[in-house]
């Protein structure tokens, strides 16, 4: 199977990644490139010549060590620079019941487009069902086949910002490479971590990033919410530079060392940078690290009433990113502080087993199922069959 290459752009790094599927059905990655950069805030890149340089850096990284020239690449969408349109829509099938085919299907599809305003400055990136009414019945499964006289569904158009696809493609064409698809981060990294029969009904993922926190709400194969909180690892270290005056490179490797619900008494420790050393007492460390991270909590909380996500019903909740996940003993403390559980289950890779790489083998491994359905000429599996059924006709470069 030809491998493919996937580009994910981060708040704080780039990665690239060229990878393929083993005979065992998992990820080999043949080449893989990480390069920092000053990432994006919000919706906007504020070094637009740090981005362009990481970019080639981290692709040029891939190229060689996988001793391959890339032409083009899967580019991941980051929630910040999409927009996502939800629209229900009825096609009536004529006078008579009849067979749904699949040319209705995307007659429904086309229909709900139409129904609604396509965003300012953005364009569709994919549409996806994420549920079809038959007869009263609701179903992900797609309906042809069916006898009916109509067919109803919802359909999640997600959208992606102009200006972020230019500014990608402008440090691309440098190096003759195309943006062959545009894949929603958020959308790929669920449903690699997520469970297909966990998203029957509504998943949350809770990326915690190093400069922002992403949640998005999951149903099937579609996503049905997203949101953006401006706070990640970046704030905690910020925080921490302030309180205990110190250079914000002593704050980052006092984070790193910290470990949340430990009882550090009267410890102290040695905060060093090149020009000063100062030391401080554990516990303000502890006081502020958990005040953020309350801080953090609330504010989930906030996002996730807003999205409607009943909480009483005890829905699946996955956490992912670098920016929390990587401090000993969050995951235990974010679970207390918002009060209902949360899994982490980022699959084990040979390399980048980190949570912080989650979104770019998210999206590497949706490129890499939707390549191989199209190129296996025998009958797939069915639970396999119907996942790519539901999510890769939909994609539009």
């Known amino acids: 199977m030809k491998p493919a290459a996937i580009l994910d752009i981060g708040s704080s790094k780039v990665v690239c990644l060229l990878g393929s599927v083993s005979d065992k059905g998992g990820i080999v990655v043949h080449g893989a490139g990480v390069s920092g950069c000053d990432g994006y805030r919000e919706n906007t890149f504020p070094d637009k010549q740090s981005l362009h340089d990481a970019i080639i850096d981290a692709i040029q990284k891939a190229e060689q060590e996988s001793h391959t020239r890339i032409r083009d690449i899967a580019l991941t969408v ?64 797609m309906p042809q086949g069916v006898l009916t006289e109509e067919i109803s569904g919802l359909i999640a158009h997600m959208f992606v910002q102009e200006e972020y696809i230019e500014t990608i493609q402008n440090a691309l064409d440098d190096l003759g490479i195309e943006i062959s698809m545009c894949i929603s981060a958020a959308l790929g ?9 966990e998203r029957v009904r509504p998943s949350v993922l809770i990326d915690v990033g190093y400069r922002q926190t992403d949640i998005c709400v999951i149903e099937n194969a579609a996503l049905t919410g997203i949101a ?46 090149e020009t000063a050393s100062k030391r401080v007492e554990n516990s303000t460390i502890a006081y502020i690290i958990e005040a953020r991270a309350s801080d953090l909590a609330s504010h989930i909380r906030e996002e996730l009433d807003r999205l409607q996500v009943n909480l009483e019903s005890r829905p699946i909740v996955y956490l992912s990113g670098g920016g929390l996940l990587m401090m000993r003993g969050s995951l235990d403390f974010l679970k207390k502080a918002l009060g209902f559980p949360i899994k982490r289950d980022m699959p084990w890779t040979p390399r980048l087993s980190s949570p ?20 296996r000429p025998t009958p797939e599996k069915p639970d396999e069959k119907k996942f790519l059924q539901k999510l890769k006709d939909f994609f539009t470069k």
């Open 356 to 375: 912080n790489y989650c979104s770019a083998f998210g999206a590497l491994n949706f490129v890499l199922r939707a390549n191989r359905a199209e190129e």
């Open 189 to 197: 990294e669920a449903t690699m971590l997520i469970p297909e029969e």
């Open 228 to 273: 953006t909180i401006p706070m990640g690892g970046y704030q905690f270290a910020s925080d921490l530079a302030f309180g205990l005056e110190v250079t914000q490179q002593s704050a980052e490797q006092a984070k790193r060392r910290f470990v949340f619900s430990l009882d550090y008494g009267d410890k102290t420790e040695i905060l060093r940078s």
């Open 78 to 141: 980051p929630v910040s620079f999409s927009k996502l349109v939800l629209s229900d829509m009825t096609l009536t099938l004529g006078e008579r019941a009849r067979i749904v085919d699949p040319a209705d299907v995307d007659k429904l599809i086309e229909l709900s487009f139409e129904k609604i305003a396509v965003p300012a400055g953005h364009i569709l990136m994919h549409s996806t069902p994420v549920f079809f009414l038959v007869d009263g019945v609701s179903s992900s499964e």
